[in-house]
């Protein structure tokens, strides 16, 4: 089926997205349902609140997309230059969202299963928590997702299980036309299991556009701990919406990481964890490094809903060139949710006069034994301190380059894997020397 | 080393410096005193190339290179090293990292390879001792929650690291306790020698009692006033400025 995401394609939706999913889906009526709910939500424009400064429909009409796009053959050497040096790990890769066997090194399937989304639908937990996260109900692009996804990626880690190694996902994007693709992933650690998990992206499409809607619901049973670092480092061709939406149980430990890079001209990550059971901790952490004309847009949103829960959240941001950010921290905290801490922290560096960010926190805090704040700051290089590490000898560029490392160092330095940490200071340093 | 010629410089269009003429030999240590808002930082900032300053006239030739032509960056990799008179905090940047990539620009900018772990360590290690310096503060963030001593340490630390033809001390004795100032004069005194030279702004004689200046230069209002061996400053100390302003309407 192919289908144009402008005009037509939204009124094919409107009109009941006939033929879009077929009736011998055994997701057939969860389609169906999630359709109905994008009819209903619509496509957000700037009246809507959560996207009053991501003018979407904007970029979703800069070219028609096709709908589907399967995987494209890639070779082993397309894909080696999205390893990360030094790093031993297992990989997981995907290709326009679907699992390739053949070029990944899965773990041993004792502690975990992986497989494609699609091989999934049968797995308990599958049914357990398919689409159940709370957060995604008045999300249109969720809704869009779970209508339209083809495939993605499904992990389990079993009771007890503690994964030796990270697991690298890649995603490769890879296309002959412009094409709107919606990944679906479900990820779940059972009691007591941890790892940790690495996105990054590989974008082998010049000249094709491609829009990724993705849906990643990430759940924590009772005193599981998982690192989840995702690094957005796309091709300029490249628009993201992405919702990672965790729910936590019981003990569990979340411990989110994304760092937005060049060179996605549209960013808009939708982060949210629904906290279920109490003494959790959750850290966001986000580093977004933004230039050319690129638009990053983090919402994020901590759902204290349970007591004694503690979430720590630092967004930081640098800003070059013309580029454009939007930082919206949420946190609710329901009445029972006593005993909360909740703190929030968003600082800015603009490197241009033209980059402009909009910092907005909400927090809605019902329950009275509780503590939280929250802070915004933005500000330009000292012109003291560039003089000052100039005066050693120390040339401009790389003066600047050592204060926005400095000034990335409160996220970089909580990057617990060594080879990852250095990775990411030399895409940072990259993206500053241009 | 250093020739100063009728330098006028301004800030924000006020003329600060109004036409010094200084010449600094190799191995010469000039003491240049003066009291507060005579011009002393100034020339050091001028100096050391800080952006806000403009000169207007005049010109400084450094060990043969025109130096009002060079960045900030070149003149530090040309030789002239300036100790602050308040060192910047740089949270986020370690002490050691710091060192290490200012040590090697400079190097680069010789045409030398970068310096191997091994001798960078040896070399920190030795000239730590120098000034005493505390070795916990060399992983630590730049200056970051250092006492004032020990900010003035990291300065000569630094300059020891550096090895510059030309060390400007500006008011490096200020804010020290007499512990710390016997510290950091020790430091300076033992990189005294025949090829580094050494330009000390202070604005009490106490320092000069443990660096003691080949020529010391009173500055008033923007220009060298008086000149003298270091019984110049002992004259200071006793009688004050006064004396000078007067002499200097008299001009």
């Known amino acids: 089926m192919t289908s144009d995401i402008t005009t037509p394609f939204y009124q094919y939706i409107l009109d009941g997205g006939n033929g879009l999913t077929p009736k011998e889906d055994v997701l057939y009526g969860v389609r169906q349902d999630a359709l109905a709910r994008f009819r209903t939500l619509g496509l957000p424009d700037l009246k809507t609140e959560a996207w009053r400064y991501t003018n979407i429909q904007r970029v979703l009409k800069e070219q028609p997309f096709v709908l589907q796009q399967q995987a494209l053959p890639v070779t082993a050497a397309q894909l080696a230059p999205a390893f990360i040096p030094e790093l031993s790990c297992y990989r997981a890769v995907l290709v326009n969202g679907h699992l390739q066997p053949e070029l990944s090194e899965l773990p041993a399937a004792k502690d975990i299963t992986i497989s494609k989304l699609s091989e999934a639908t049968q797995q308990k937990g599958f049914k357990t928590f398919f689409d159940k996260h709370p957060h995604l109900a008045d999300q249109p692009f969720a809704a869009l997702n779970t209508a339209l996804f083809a495939d993605g990626l499904f992990i389990e880690l079993k009771a007890n299980a503690v994964l030796d190694k990270p697991l690298h996902i890649i995603h490769v994007y890879t296309l002959t036309q412009h094409a709107f693709l919606q990944p679906r992933h479900l990820w779940i650690a059972h009691p007591h299991a941890s790892a940790t998990v690495i996105e990054s992206t590989l974008g082998l499409h010049n000249d094709a556009v491609a829009f990724v809607n993705s849906v990643n619901e990430v759940v924590l049973e009772e005193n599981a701990e998982l690192w989840h670092y995702n690094i957005q480092n796309a091709v300029q061709n490249s628009r993201y919406v992405n919702q990672t939406a965790a729910r936590q149980e019981t003990y569990s430990r979340y411990h989110h990481y994304n760092f937005a890079l060049p060179q996605a001209t549209m960013i808009r990550n939708n982060t949210s964890v629904a906290l279920t059971g109490s003494y959790t901790e959750t850290d966001l952490h986000g580093l977004y490094l933004a230039n050319g004309n690129q638009h990053v847009d983090n919402h994020t949103f901590v759902d204290h809903l349970v007591p004694h829960c503690n979430s720590n959240e630092l967004y930081k941001g640098v800003l070059l060139d013309t580029a454009n950010s939007v930082f919206t921290g949420r946190i609710h905290v329901h009445q029972d949710a006593q005993k909360t801490n909740a703190f929030q922290q968003n600082n800015n560096l603009l490197l241009s006069e033209k980059a402009t960010i909009n910092s907005q926190p909400q927090l809605e805090i019902y329950a009275d034994d509780v503590k939280c704040s929250h802070g915004f700051t933005v500000g330009q290089f000292s012109d003291e301190s560039l003089f000052y590490l100039r005066s050693r000898g120390i040339g401009a560029e790389a003066a600047k380059h050592l204060l926005v490392n400095a000034f990335a160092f409160d996220i970089t330095d909580q990057v617990h894997i060594p080879a990852l940490q250095h990775y990411l200071t030399e895409e940072i340093r990259t993206v500053i020397s241009n | ?251």
């Open chain 2, 1 to 251: 080393m250093l020739t100063i010629k009728n330098l006028h410089a301004e800030v924000d269009g006020k003329e600060i410096l109004k036409g010094i003429d200084l010449e600094i030999r190799k191995g010469e240590v000039h003491a240049i005193m003066g009291p507060n808002g005579s011009g002393k930082s100034s020339l050091a900032s001028v100096l050391a190339g800080r952006e806000n300053y403009t000169v207007t006239q005049g010109e400084v030739n450094f060990d043969g290179k025109d130096l009002l032509e060079l960045s900030p960056e070149d003149r530090a990799r040309e030789g002239m090293f300036l100790a602050f008179q308040y060192p910047v905090e740089i949270p986020g940047v370690s002490n050691i990292n710091f060192l290490k990539t200012a040590l090697n620009e400079i190097r680069a900018y010789k045409g030398l390879p970068a310096m191997e772990a091994k001798e960078f360590l040896k070399l920190t290690k030795e000239k730590q001792q120098l000034v005493e310096f505390n070795a916990n503060l060399m992983n630590r963030s730049l200056n970051e929650g250092f006492s004032g001593g020990e900010k003035k340490r990291n300065e000569i630390l630094q300059l020891a690291m550096l090895d510059p033809k030309l060390g400007i001390l500006d008011e490096t004795d200020s804010g020290l306790d007499i512990d710390a100032l016997r510290i950091v004069a020790g430091g300076v005194n033992k990189l005294r020698g025949p090829e580094k030279s050494f330009l000390v702004i202070t604005h009490y004689q106490r320092l000069l009692d443990y660096i003691v200046p080949d020529f010391v230069h009173v500055l008033y209002n923007g220009r060298i006033v008086k000149t003298g061996t270091k019984e110049l400053a002992l004259e200071l100390e006793e009688k004050g400025y006064d004396w000078l302003k007067e002499a200097e309407v008299h001009v």
